[in-house]
C-alpha cells in the first residue's frame, strides 16, 4: 500500500494507520481525510442517518446495538441543545482497539463525530477518554486544535450556519463510567454512577438534556460509510453483523494487537493468521472472545466461531468490545476465574444491592481456599449466586461479572472444583 | 388533571391516577411491596431493586419505583421469577449486614427485619468474613449513624441534598466499601427525619436510643405546637410517658416532615417536674395545696387573666363562656424567633394558635392585642388576684420573666400551667395544673387559617381541670 | 481513591491551597467548554493533582469555595476514581496492571516484587518521597502485558528486573 495514501479497500477504521504522521492534519486531508465531512455539509441530516443506519453499523462498545437505530431515538429538533458524546472510557478488560485507533489516528474519530453531530444537530461534543490514557488525550487535545484552527469545529462551520464544539474529557479511573449513563454521571461532576432508564440519554441524558452517546469505533466508521455508501459497507462482514470490526487480541499468541478484519472472520484465521499462531507453539486452551464479560470458549468452541454478533451469541458468549484474550494449556481457569472475580468486585459502583454485594460476595466465596473453607459445593454456591445477580440492576456490570463466571463453571467445572480445593498460605491477593 | 387508570395488581383491579408512581399506587391500595430506597418525599434512586415487577408484554422484570400508572397495565409481583428475585435481593441485603437485631434500636420496625422474617432465607450461606464499617458514630443533631448496618439505600443523603439542600451526607467509595459519611457533622434542623426514613437501624436517635421498644408504645395522632405552621404529627406513648414525636404526612401542610424542635414538644409532659397538682409557695418552695383554700384566697379579688396563644378554640370559648365580663383578659404572644420562613417547614411566629385565641377574644369583644397586655399589666393594683396562663412551649424564657416582673403588685398571683415547675415560677403565689397539648382535644389555626386537630393521649394528675375550669372561679 | 480505612477523615497537608495564577487561568478555560460549572470538577481535580500531586482537605476546601459545589459531593467524587487521591502520594506514580493479560504474564509477581523492593505499600510513597506505587484494573494496553504506567507514560512488556531498573531511574 501507498506510505501516504489512504488504504480503504482493505479498511474501514484502520485504513491510515499505515501512513507516518497522520495524527497531523495536514498529513491526514492528504490523504483524503475531512473530505467527507465537506460533501456531508452538503447533504440533507436525515440522508446521513439514513445511511448510517442502513450500512447495519452496530454499536462497537459491547452491546451491539445497531448505530441508526439509536440516532433514530435521538431528538430530531435541532434547535434544541443537545449532546454527542464519544465513549472513549475503553476499560473492559482485554480491550484496547480505541487507544490504539485514536493515538495513532485521532482526526478519523473527530471527522466521524463532525459528520454525525450534522446528522444529528448537536452543538457540543465531548470526547469521554478514560484517565489512564493521558497522552492519548493530549494527542486528542492537538488534533482538535487543528481542527479548530482549519475552522472545521467552532460557530458556523465552513460558513455552514452550523456550530459544533468538541472537547476531551479525562476520566479518572473507573470501569463504570465506560456505561453510558455512568460517564454522563461522570461528566457531569459526579460519581460514575449508571442512572435509571428509563429515561433513556437520547432523551434525557447529559444535564436532562438529549445527548446520543457512541463508540469511538462506531463514530470512526462514519466517514467511510459515508464515502463509500451502505451497500458498500454492508459487502463486509454478515447479513446482520456488518462491516470490519477492530478486535484488541491479547494472551498467548504471538504477536497481540489490534487488527481490524471484516466482522464473521473466524477466530481460528486471526488466531493463525493475524496473530501468528499460539506462542511457544502451545496448544490452545480457552478464549474470552469479547472482553472479561464474556462467557469463555473451550478448545472446541474457540477453532469453529466466527467472530460476528450472532456466531459469538450462538455459541453461548458474546462478541463484546471484540477484545479477545487467549490462554494456552498451561494457564490455569481458576487463576482466571480469580482475576475475573476481582475486577469486578474492585468495580462495582456500589448503587444496587444485588451488584454491591454480589461481586464481593463472588470473590469471597472464590476465594474461601485461602482460609481453609472451601467446599467443593461452593462451585454451585457461586453458580447460583451468580445466576441471582443477572437481569436485576440498573446496569450491566452485574451480568457482566455473573455471566464469566457462570460460562468458566459451564466449561471448567471440575478444573474450579480442584483449584478452589487447593490450599493456599498467604490470604495476599 | 387526575386523570385515572384501571391497572391489575397481581390479579386485583387497582384504580391509580394517570402518570403516578406505580410502587405508590400499589402501596396505597394496600398490596403489598418490599422496598427500602423507595420514599414518597424523596427523587427515584431504584436502588434497593426490592420492588421488582413483571408487566405482560414487557420483556425484563423492572423495578415499580421507577414506573408510572398507565390505563390496562398488567403488573404482578408475585410470580416465582419476582418472589425469587426478591428473596435474593434480600440475601445481598443481608450479606454484610451484622444481624444485631437484639440490640438495635430500630427492631420492630425495620424494614430489614419485617423482610427477613417474610422472605428470609434462614440456612445463611455466608460464612466469609463480613466488610467492617464503623458503628458507633455521633455525626450531630443527636443522630448516631451504625455504617455496618446501613444498606445504602440513599434515603438520608438525597434527603440532605434534596429536602435540607444542606449536603451534609454523602457516599464514599465503590462497591461494597461504599459508606455513608458525613462531612464535618449535621447542620441542619430537620436531622431527625434522617431517624425516621432510615429503612433499618443505622440511623437512630440519642434522644430515644435505648429507651423504649418500640412494641411498648401507642400512637397519638395530633398537631404539633411548636409553631404556627401546624405539622400533623404523632406522638409514640405508654403510660410511663411520651417518648418521642414523628411527623405524619399530611400533602397540605408538612409533607413527609417536621423540623427538629417540633421533635422536643413533648418534653414537658412526662418531666419528672411536671405540675401534677395545685401546689403553693412555701418560702420559694411549691408544696401541695388544696384547691378549696386557693378558691378562698381568691375570693373578692379582681381577677385578671393572661392567656397563652396555643390553647384549643374551644378552651378560649368555654373560658370567655364562663368570665363573661366579670375579669380582664388580654393575650401573651410568644415573640418571634429567627426568621420568619426556613423554606422548609419553620417558621420564626411560636404562637401556634394566635388565630383561635384572636378570634375568640374578638367574638368575646376583648382585645387581644400587645398594647391591651400593657394595658392590662399596668393596671394591676393590690387587691388584683393576676392569673398566667404559662406558654407551653417556652423558647425564650427572660421574655417572659420580664411579663412576670409586672405582676408583682398584684396581692394574688397564680399560674396555670401545662408544664414544669419553672425557678422564675417563684413570683408566683399558687400554681396550678392544666392539660399539656397531649392531654386534651379540639382545634388550633395554623399559618394558614387551617383548623388542625389536638388529640388526647396521655392523662396526668388534676390535669383535666382546663382554664375554663379556673374561670369560673370568678363566680365564685 | 479512599485509603480504604474506616474512617473517612480527609487528611490535611498542614497549609492552605490554591491554585498558581497559571491554574487559575487553566481552570477559567476549563469553564469555557461546560454549559455547567459541575461538569468540570474532574478536569479542576485533575488540575489540583497537577500542581499538588493529591488532594488534602485544604483542596477540597478551595475548590468547593470556587466552584460552590458542596465539600461532600466534591469527596464523593475522590473516592469513587482510582486515580483521585485523598492521601499524600510520592513524586512518581507508578501504576501496575493486574488484570487478566498482565496477570497472565507475571503482572501481579512484579507488583508484589516492586512493592517489597522498595519497601512500601499501596499508594504509600517510598521513604524517599519518590515512587508511589498502585495496582490497577486493566489500562487498556494488553498487547504489551505486562505493562505499566510510569507517570503518564506506558511502558511494557516489563519484568519484575527491568520495572526496578525503570523506577530506579525515576527523579
Given amino acids: 500500500m501507498e506510505k501516504d495514501t489512504a488504504n480503504y479497500k482493505d479498511f474501514s477504521l484502520l485504513s491510515y494507520h499505515h501512513i507516518p504522521g497522520v495524527h497531523n492534519i495536514e498529513v491526514f486531508e492528504r490523504a483524503g481525510g475531512y473530505e467527507m465531512m465537506k460533501k456531508c455539509f452538503g447533504m440533507e441530516p436525515d440522508f446521513i442517518k439514513e445511511e448510517v443506519k442502513a450500512s447495519g453499523l452496530r454499536g462497537r462498545g459491547g452491546a451491539g446495538f445497531p448505530t441508526g437505530v439509536k440516532w433514530g431515538f435521538f431528538s430530531k429538533d435541532r434547535s434544541a441543545q443537545k449532546y454527542l458524546l464519544c465513549n472513549a472510557d475503553e476499560s473492559e478488560p482485554g480491550t484496547f482497539k480505541d487507544r490504539y485507533l485514536v493515538e495513532k489516528n485521532p482526526h478519523i474519530l473527530i471527522e466521524g463525530m463532525i459528520i454525525s453531530a450534522w446528522a444529528l444537530g448537536t452543538q457540543k461534543g465531548y470526547i469521554y477518554i478514560r484517565g489512564e490514557f493521558y497522552q492519548q488525550a493530549m494527542i486528542l487535545e492537538k488534533a482538535l486544535k487543528e481542527a479548530y484552527a482549519k475552522g472545521y469545529l467552532g460557530k458556523n462551520i465552513l460558513g455552514k450556519g452550523f456550530d459544533f464544539d468538541l472537547y476531551v474529557h479525562r476520566g479518572a479511573g473507573a470501569y463504570i463510567c465506560g456505561e453510558e449513563t455512568g460517564m454522563i454521571s461522570s461528566l457531569e461532576g459526579k460519581k460514575g454512577q449508571p442512572k435509571l432508564k428509563p429515561p433513556f440519554p437520547a432523551i434525557k441524558g447529559y444535564r436532562g438534556l438529549p445527548t446520543m452517546v457512541n463508540n469511538v469505533e462506531s463514530l470512526a466508521a462514519v466517514p467511510w460509510i459515508m464515502r463509500f455508501g451502505a451497500a458498500e459497507y454492508k459487502k463486509w462482514g454478515t447479513e446482520k453483523s456488518a462491516g470490519t470490526k477492530l478486535f484488541s487480541i491479547s494472551g498467548d499468541v504471538n504477536k497481540p494487537g489490534v487488527i481490524e478484519v471484516p466482522l464473521g472472520t473466524s477466530l481460528k484465521e486471526i488466531i493463525e493468521v493475524h496473530c501468528g499462531g499460539m506462542r511457544n507453539g502451545n496448544k490452545l486452551k480457552a478464549v474470552v472472545p469479547g472482553g472479561s464479560s464474556a462467557p469463555v470458549f473451550n478448545h472446541d468452541e474457540s477453532y469453529v466461531v466466527k467472530m460476528d454478533y450472532e456466531d459469538v451469541a450462538a455459541k453461548g458468549s458474546m462478541l463484546g468490545s471484540g477484545a479477545i484474550i487467549i490462554l494456552d494449556e498451561t494457564r490455569n481457569i481458576g487463576d482466571l476465574m480469580k482475576w475475573t472475580l476481582e475486577f469486578y468486585h474492585h468495580e462495582s459502583c456500589g448503587q444496587c444491592t444485588p451488584c454491591r454485594e454480589g461481586t464481593g460476595w463472588l470473590e469471597s466465596v472464590f476465594k474461601r481456599r485461602d482460609s481453609g473453607k472451601a467446599s467443593k459445593s461452593d462451585i454451585d454456591l457461586l453458580d447460583k449466586t451468580a445466576a441471582s445477580m443477572r437481569g436485576q440492576t440498573i446496569c450491566a456490570l452485574a451480568d457482566a461479572a455473573a455471566m464469566p463466571a457462570q460460562g468458566m463453571i459451564k466449561s471448567f467445572r471440575s478444573e474450579l472444583e480442584a483449584y478452589i480445593m487447593t490450599p493456599t498460605h498467604t490470604g495476599k491477593r | 388533571m387526575t386523570e385515572k387508570v384501571k391497572l391489575k395488581w397481581n390479579g386485583k383491579d387497582i384504580e391509580a391516577v394517570k402518570g403516578s408512581n406505580l410502587l405508590q399506587a400499589a402501596l396505597d391500595n394496600g398490596q403489598e411491596v418490599a422496598h427500602y430506597c423507595y420514599h414518597a418525599g424523596l427523587s427515584i434512586a431504584g436502588v434497593c431493586r426490592m420492588c421488582m415487577v413483571e408487566q405482560d408484554g414487557v420483556p425484563r422484570p423492572f423495578p415499580a419505583c421507577n414506573a408510572t400508572c398507565g390505563e390496562g397495565m398488567v403488573v404482578r409481583n408475585d410470580t416465582p421469577k419476582i418472589k425469587a428475585a426478591v428473596e435474593n435481593t434480600l440475601q445481598f441485603h443481608l450479606l454484610n449486614h451484622p444481624l444485631d437485631c437484639p440490640v438495635c434500636d430500630q427492631a420492630g420496625e425495620c424494614g430489614l427485619q419485617d423482610y427477613y422474617m417474610k422472605h428470609g432465607q434462614y440456612d445463611s450461606q455466608m460464612i466469609d468474613k463480613k466488610v467492617h464499617k464503623e458503628k458507633v458514630q455521633d455525626i450531630g443533631k443527636n443522630v448516631m449513624l451504625d455504617a455496618e448496618r446501613c444498606i445504602l439505600c440513599s434515603r438520608c443523603t438525597r434527603f440532605t441534598e434534596e429536602v435540607t439542600k444542606t449536603f451534609e451526607l454523602g457516599i464514599l467509595n465503590r462497591g461494597d466499601h461504599a459508606e455513608i459519611t458525613v462531612n464535618e457533622e449535621l447542620k441542619n434542623d430537620y436531622a431527625q427525619n434522617l431517624v425516621d426514613i432510615c429503612p433499618v437501624g443505622a440511623l437512630t436517635s440519642k434522644d430515644f436510643r435505648f429507651k423504649q421498644r418500640v412494641w411498648f408504645l401507642e400512637e397519638v395522632y395530633t398537631t404539633c405546637i411548636g409553631c404556627e405552621t401546624g405539622c400533623s404529627v404523632k406522638v409514640s406513648q405508654n403510660k410511663n410517658g411520651a417518648y418521642r414525636v414523628k411527623p405524619v404526612f399530611d400533602e397540605t401542610v408538612n409533607g413527609h416532615w417536621m423540623c427538629d424542635d417540633g421533635r422536643q414538644i413533648y418534653k414537658h409532659v412526662s418531666s419528672p417536674t411536671r405540675l401534677q397538682v395545685a401546689s403553693e409557695n412555701m418560702n420559694g418552695l411549691f408544696v401541695p395545696a388544696d384547691e378549696l383554700n386557693i378558691k378562698e384566697a381568691v375570693k373578692g379579688k379582681k381577677a385578671k387573666f393572661i392567656l397563652s396563644t396555643s390553647l384549643t378554640n374551644q378552651e378560649y370559648e368555654r373560658f370567655f363562656h364562663e368570665v363573661g365580663s366579670k375579669a380582664e383578659v388580654a393575650l401573651y404572644t410568644l415573640p418571634k424567633l429567627g426568621a420568619d420562613f426556613d423554606g422548609i417547614l419553620k417558621r420564626g411566629d411560636k404562637n401556634a394558635n394566635l388565630r383561635g385565641a384572636e378570634h375568640a377574644f374578638k367574638k368575646a369583644g376583648k382585645d387581644s392585642t400587645p398594647a391591651a397586655l400593657d394595658k392590662l399589666l399596668n393596671s394591676i393594683g393590690s387587691s388584683d388576684v393576676v392569673y398566667v396562663v404559662v406558654p407551653e412551649i417556652l423558647y425564650n424564657e427572660d421574655h417572659f420573666n420580664t411579663l412576670l416582673t409586672k405582676i408583682e403588685k398584684a396581692s394574688m398571683r397564680i399560674a396555670l400551667t401545662p408544664g414544669e415547675t419553672l425557678s422564675s415560677m417563684k413570683v408566683f403565689n399558687y400554681l396550678l395544673p392544666v392539660p399539656s397539648f397531649l392531654e386534651k382535644e379540639g382545634d388550633i389555626v395554623n399559618f394558614s387559617g387551617d383548623i388542625r386537630k389536638l388529640n388526647a393521649g396521655l392523662s396526668y394528675g388534676e390535669t383535666t381541670k382546663d382554664i375554663s375550669y379556673y374561670g369560673n372561679w370568678v363566680n365564685v | ?171
Fill in chain 3, 1 to 171: 481513591m479512599s485509603s480504604h480505612s474506616n474512617t473517612h477523615v480527609s487528611h490535611s497537608q498542614g497549609a492552605p491551597f490554591k491554585f498558581t495564577a497559571e491554574n487559575l487561568a487553566k481552570y477559567e478555560e476549563l469553564l469555557t467548554r461546560y454549559d455547567d460549572v459541575e461538569s468540570a470538577l474532574l478536569p479542576v481535580l485533575h488540575l489540583v493533582q497537577e500542581q499538588n500531586r493529591w488532594l488534602p482537605i485544604e483542596a477540597i476546601e478551595y475548590v468547593s469555595e470556587l466552584m460552590k459545589i458542596p465539600e461532600i459531593s466534591i469527596k464523593e467524587v475522590i473516592s469513587f476514581y482510582d486515580m483521585f487521591y485523598d492521601i499524600p502520594v510520592a513524586r512518581n506514580m507508578v501504576h501496575v496492571c493486574t488484570n487478566i493479560t498482565c496477570s497472565m504474564f507475571g503482572g501481579r509477581e512484579i507488583y508484589q516484587g516492586l512493592l517489597k523492593h522498595f519497601d512500601t505499600d499501596y499508594l504509600t510513597p517510598t521513604r524517599d518521597g519518590r515512587i508511589s506505587l498502585q495496582k490497577m484494573e486493566c489500562l487498556g494496553a494488553c498487547e504489551m502485558a505486562p505493562c505499566m504506567r510510569i507517570n503518564n507514560d506506558y511502558v511494557g512488556p516489563v519484568d519484575l528486573v527491568s520495572a526496578i531498573h525503570k523506577l530506579e531511574e525515576l527523579p
